[in-house]
């Protein structure tokens, strides 16, 4: 039995017929996706990657990310900050009236002794150092006998008997509820001799990963750290932007793990024995002591709830050492001792203070716990903001084809406002910190995404336009017809326009050069059009029409242009700068070819007036060109240019809007073939720089006298004028000019024009 032709090979054949069938599946797969993708929408498309990639980056956390939620923290902290209704903490502190009172620190530890003394007589429940004693104190009357001279050797043996300062500390310290402060170093250092630390119980898992780490501690001399009832760091960090938000309630320090000084004082009071740290799989969920479990984030940091500054926490340690601070300010309250000083160097930081001292912030800390008002940011936090964020963006990608821009904009900003009032309330009425930027800033970019593709496919359509009509139409046409595709039909609207007419003079001896060469006649022709158009173009206008070696354009449409008769003027001027520059090529071209060279020269017509400008021509093909008077007016002007010799010749009415900006000069008063009405017609010999040079002064003063003269019949006048105008007027190349007026005033001295002459050449040609 023959194989089936499938299998009609070798074994290496049957692999790649099956490898080819595979082949063509991956095939089919890729162009069902395409069409799918093209269906769903390109921009679409990417705005769902987007969105993934932004939950891939809500995992990761980065900086700048980290750095928004926590401003907008801030920011809700600045507008409902805690109410500090109650005071369970009285700072005492060591500030700049103590230090003039009493000294510069460090004080006597005899003296810090009464202090301890003085606050537990008050009633102070717990007392806290945010100082450390690391060294012992050198006015120890022990190190005084051994440091004074002039001791007799009985009164040193009597300084060394006595007690050391640090020793009266102690004791002071075994007669109060003591909490001394430890500091955490970036590097580790030889550690003395300590009480065993406060015991440490974790449920969940190991939390030394994520917590705070210190490779060294800085610790008390040993004799006060055996008196005191507890060792805690007040170590505050800042964050990377130097602002304090959150401090760690344990830490590990010298690798073993230790409370900090508020959580210290907080077990203390509660005569608790043990700090218990409760961790899952995403970090430290909260710490607690019997009664009391305060929330922290994956590190073991608590989020402070802060109050604005108040000096209403603070007695000055001189006042309390001098009996003048109440006993109720102290009794059964948390007293923290600490600086205000400038000079010891204690300030911090925080959301709502630019300088707080660092022993207030262990009081707020101790406040918010004991008040109930603590912030926390819920181990479910990123999964809300994740769920957030795919929920808006997945609505907006989906809402996008249904609803209009401005519907979808709406649709926007009231998920915004929901967002937004979502995590107030939550912070506001829970103390939850639940981030609403990230869902919001990932859903504008979708949204931005969304719209920059819809302006992408708008500009495709655009460009499709352009390539069909850029051909035809000038390019501030194509651009309208781009935005607006009622502008393809068949009509036209009236407007005050400018229009120019060019030709270039003696074109067909020009042409006879190239008899041999119909090729080089059309690059000189493209070399010429090109830069014509280009001045025409810079300048707001629009080409209308080229008609062989001819030129049609208009200004203020299809784009208004309140400057449409300066801007077309200077494109006059610089259309015969750039053709100057084009003959200085093309004669240097001719003579290293040794070639004949023909000049080129062109002619100008400028007039303005209401033209009707639209689609001219029949349903199949048509135009967008300008029709009237005013554009006949300005062809004839353009004809004339050869009369007079003068390269350009503009209609009065575009005179009157030139406002003195360039150097013009009155030709003549014509009636041109075809036209009734007569027009006053100008040249423009320069800008307004030649304007204002005194010889052009003279010369149009002495042309205005010799054409006045010349219209009243004053023709001997006329005559003398002429030869003065002459003197001038030749190095503006308007020889042929006063020819013409000579030849005139001869013939009218000769024969005198009729009694209703009024001054008008009637033109028989174009």
Request: overall charge neutral; charged content about 20%; proline content about 5%.
């Amino acid at each position: 039995m023959p194989l089936p032709s499938a299998l009609a090979l070798s074994g290496n054949g049957v692999k790649v017929n099956y490898a080819r069938v595979h082949i063509q599946q991956g095939q089919f797969s890729m162009k069902w996706l395409s069409d799918k993708a093209r269906r769903f929408g390109l921009a679409r498309s990417f705005a769902v990657l987007l969105l993934m990639a932004f939950a891939a980056l809500r995992v990761a956390d980065p900086v700048p990310l980290r750095e928004l939620r926590l401003r907008t923290f801030d920011f809700f902290q600045v507008l409902d900050p805690r109410k500090a209704v109650q005071r369970p903490v009285v700072i005492v502190d060591i500030d700049e009236k103590s230090l003039k009172a009493i000294g510069q620190w460090p004080w006597p530890r005899t003296r810090v002794a009464d202090l301890v003394s003085r606050l537990s007589e008050m009633g102070a429940l717990v007392i806290a150092f945010d100082v450390v004693f690391p060294e012992p104190d050198r006015m120890s009357p022990a190190a005084a006998a051994d440091t004074f001279r002039g001791l007799d050797e009985a009164t040193r043996e009597k300084l060394r008997a006595l007690k050391s300062n640090d020793s009266v500390l102690a004791d002071a310290m075994r007669r109060s509820h003591v909490v001394v402060g430890q500091s955490g170093l970036p590097f580790a250092v030889a550690q003395s001799a300590s009480r065993a630390p406060v015991g440490i119980a974790t449920l969940g898992g190991d939390p030394r990963p994520y917590l705070v780490k210190f490779p060294g501690l800085l610790r008390n001399v040993p004799a006060l750290e055996q008196s005191a009832s507890g060792r805690g760091l007040f170590t505050i960090r800042a964050e990377s932007d130097g602002i304090v938000r959150r401090v760690p309630l344990v830490m590990i320090a010298a690798g073993a793990i230790v409370p900090s000084l508020a959580l210290e004082v907080l077990r203390v009071a509660s005569g608790a024995s043990t700090i218990l740290i409760r961790s899952d799989r995403a970090g430290i969920r909260d710490v607690a002591i019997p009664g009391l479990a305060m929330p922290t984030d994956r590190n073991g940091q608590l989020w402070i709830h802060f109050a604005p500054h108040d000096s209403a926490r603070y007695v000055s340690a001189a006042d309390v050492l001098d009996g003048k601070v109440p006993a109720e300010r102290v009794a059964h309250r948390l007293a923290l001792i600490g600086t205000s000083a400038i000079g010891l160097l204690d300030a911090k930081t925080t959301p709502l203070d630019p300088v707080m001292p660092g022993v207030e912030v262990h009081a707020q800390v101790l406040e918010s716990v004991l008040t109930g008002s603590m912030l926390s940011e819920p181990s479910y936090a990123i999964g809300a903001e994740l769920c957030a964020a795919i929920v808006i963006g997945g609505a907006i990608v989906a809402l996008a084809p249904v609803l209009n821009a401005a519907l979808l904009l709406a649709f926007g900003a009231a998920v915004a406002a929901v967002t937004l009032g979502a995590s107030w309330y939550l912070y506001a009425r829970q103390g939850q910190l639940i981030d609403a930027t990230y869902p919001l800033l990932s859903s504008t970019l979708v949204y931005f995404t969304l719209v920059f593709g819809n302006y992408i496919g708008e500009q495709a359509q655009r460009l499709r336009i352009r390539s069909a009509f850029g051909q035809y139409l000038s390019p501030a046409l194509v651009e309208q017809l781009a935005k607006s595709s009622d502008k393809l039909a068949l009509g036209g609207e009236e407007r005050e326009m400018t229009v120019l007419f060019s030709d270039v003079r003696g074109f067909t001896a020009i042409s006879e050069l190239y008899k041999d060469d119909p090729q080089g006649l059309t690059a000189l022709m493209n070399s010429f059009l090109t830069p014509l158009t280009n001045a025409i173009i810079e300048r707001n206008g629009t080409i209308d029409k080229y008609m062989g070696d001819a030129v049609m354009a208009f200004w203020n449409a299809p784009l208004h242009d309140p400057r449409h008769e300066l801007n077309a003027c200077d494109a006059a001027l610089e259309m015969l700068r750039r053709v100057e520059l084009l003959n200085k090529k093309r004669e240097q071209q001719a003579s290293e070819g040794d070639q004949r060279f023909i000049p080129i020269k062109i002619g100008i017509g400028i007039n303005t007036g209401r033209c009707v400008v639209g689609n001219m021509g029949s349903d199949l093909r048509f135009n967008y060109s300008a029709l009237g008077d005013a554009v006949n007016l300005a062809s004839r002007l353009e004809g004339q240019s050869k009369t007079y010799d003068v390269p350009i010749i503009i209609g009065s009415t575009t005179v009157t809007k030139l406002d003195g900006r360039f150097a013009l000069l009155e030709l003549d008063r014509i009636a041109v073939k075809g036209k009734t009405e007569p027009e006053f017609v100008y040249t423009i010999l320069g800008d307004a720089e030649v304007a204002r040079r005194p010889e052009f002064e003279m010369l149009r003063q002495h042309v205005d006298d010799m054409l006045a003269c010349y219209r009243r019949r004053d023709f001997s006048r006329a005559a003398e004028l002429i030869e003065k105008c002459r003197k001038i007027g030749n190095k503006y190349g308007l020889a042929r000019l006063f020819d013409i007026y000579a030849a005139r005033t001869r013939s009218f001295q000769a024969e005198p024009p009729p009694d209703d002459w009024d001054g008008v050449v009637v033109l028989d040609t174009k």
